[in-house]
């Protein structure tokens, strides 16, 4: 399985930026998919996931209400909706897919990763 994201950039705050994750390959292992954030110096953690039966999601904290992900299968593809857009927000953020349909917030469980991209929230 290979994951590519796209969409990362320089926003204002307060903007909207989406984000794009590509899966190709073995993609009927795929059953959650997730995002990922890292700034330089921290551990990598999640900013939400998505599952495949039921489309349920899950969100940290910090960006419920804010950001959405969302799932087009026929596509293979899943994305991640970021409005009112904060400078803590920027990170590199990475896409990641996962073969259990259970969602997980643990890096660790994921065993497919994006190339990463960068998103700056600045003025």
């Known amino acids: 399985v290979q994951l590519q994201a796209s969409g990362g950039g320089l926003v204002q705050p307060g903007g909207s930026l989406t984000l794009s994750c590509a899966a190709s390959?073995?993609?009927?292992?795929?059953?959650?998919m997730g995002w990922f954030r890292q700034t330089p110096g921290k551990q990598r953690e999640i900013v939400g996931y998505i599952g495949d039966i039921g489309l349920s999601t899950y969100y940290r904290n910090s960006v419920k209400g804010r950001f959405t992900i969302s799932r087009d299968k026929a596509k293979n593809t899943v994305y991640l909706q970021m409005n009112s857009l904060i400078p803590e927000d920027t990170a590199v953020y990475y896409c990641a897919a996962r073969t259990y349909y259970s969602g997980s917030a643990d890096s660790r469980q994921y065993a497919y990763w994006g190339q990463g991209t960068l998103v700056t929230v600045s003025s």
């Open positions: 390959g073995e993609t009927f292992n795929i059953h959650t």
